[in-house]
C-alpha cells in the first residue's frame, strides 16, 4: 500500500489487530480484540474524512500558536559580596556557612 494512498472502510482485520497487539507485547482478549478492532476502524474512518480536505494553501506548521524562545540573554551577574551579606544575616556562622542545628540527632 502507498504512503498516501486512501484508507479503505472496513480494511481493518481482527487478525491485523492481534498481529500488532503481539507486536505491542500486550496480551489481549477476544472480547479486548473485538472492541479495539471497531475502534481503530473508527480512526481510521476520520483519518479518510481529514483525507478529503482541501490544505493546499495551508502552510505547514508544527505548533498552532507563534511561539518565542522567552529566556534572557546569558549575561554574568555581579554577586560578589552577596554570600557575605547572606551570612551576616545569619543567626551563626562558621568558616563561612550557615551553622545550624543537627538534623538527624547528632551530637554537637
Known amino acids: 500500500m502507498a504512503q498516501n494512498e ?6 481493518l482485520t481482527r487478525d491485523e489487530v ?6 505491542a507485547l500486550l496480551n489481549l482478549s477476544d472480547a479486548e480484540l473485538d472492541t479495539f478492532t471497531g475502534q481503530l476502524e473508527a480512526v481510521l474512518d476520520r483519518a479518510q474524512d481529514l483525507q478529503e480536505f482541501d ?10 500558536y507563534p511561539l ?3 529566556l534572557r540573554d546569558d549575561v554574568s551577574e555581579d ?30
Do not use: C, I, Q, Y
Open 6 to 11: 486512501p484508507v479503505d472502510p472496513g480494511r
Open 18 to 23: 492481534a498481529k500488532v497487539a503481539r507486536l
Open 55 to 64: 490544505v493546499s494553501g495551508v502552510a505547514p506548521t508544527d505548533h498552532p
Open 68 to 70: 518565542v524562545n522567552v
Open 79 to 108: 554577586w560578589s559580596g552577596v554570600g557575605d551579606a547572606a551570612l551576616a544575616e545569619a543567626p551563626e556562622s562558621e568558616d563561612r556557612m550557615f551553622k545550624v542545628p543537627p538534623a538527624l540527632g547528632e551530637e554537637l
